[in-house]
């Protein structure tokens, strides 16, 4: 399946991917166990575990704490590492070393309850500060939906990175 997905989706040749495989030269991100359908959650583990077994290829799988521990079946990896939420003083912490011009943002997470449990996430305080133009611009600052929020931010980070200069 990843060999399909390889050629399918990233259009990378079989005859180059094949040994990639074969030699675990991949580090494989699969994000989102959390979002296959219940029923096929078990068989998805067993699909990964084999596959581990076969390739023992290096690999991080994504979930949801709460997801993953209802399941009989469990994943046979090395370790696991679970992201807790940040709390207020963390947040406000990490914004505060960045400096008086996201003192704005400080205290739009402080006050909007949305915009406080997006910030409490490590990957989207890391976006909020990269986009504060467009979150001004955009009056991102008044959130009513938490996921329209967390797409608009996404949004104006891909943008962002795409004019970016490296260095």
């Not at 040994?19 to 078990?42: F, K, T």
């Not at 709460?66 to 914004?95: C, P, S």
């Not at 997470?109 to 976006?127: F, Q």
């Not at 991102?140 to 260095?167: S, T």
Request: with cysteine; aromatic share 8%; net charge negative.
């Amino acid at each position: 399946w990843i060999l399909d997905e390889l050629t399918a989706q990233y259009n990378i040749p079989r005859r180059i991917a094949e040994p990639w495989i074969r030699n675990s030269d991949l580090l494989l991100l699969l994000d989102g166990l959390d979002e296959v359908a219940m029923q096929y959650r078990s068989e998805c583990l067993a699909a990964i575990n084999l596959f581990r077994r076969e390739y023992a290829a290096p690999m991080m799988i994504c979930c949801r704490t709460a997801e993953y521990q209802v399941l009989t079946a469990k994943l046979q990896l090395g370790g696991a590492v679970e992201i807790h939420r940040l709390n207020m003083e963390q947040v406000d912490g990490y914004l505060a070393k960045i400096g008086s011009d996201v003192d704005w943002l400080r205290m739009a997470v402080r006050k909007d309850s949305t915009l406080g449990e997006l910030a409490s996430t490590p990957l989207m305080l890391s976006i909020m500060p990269v986009v504060r133009e467009k979150m001004i611009d955009q009056r991102m600052l008044h959130p009513g939906d938490i996921q329209e929020l967390r797409e608009q931010l996404f949004d104006a980070y891909i943008d962002q990175m795409f004019v970016r200069k490296p260095g």
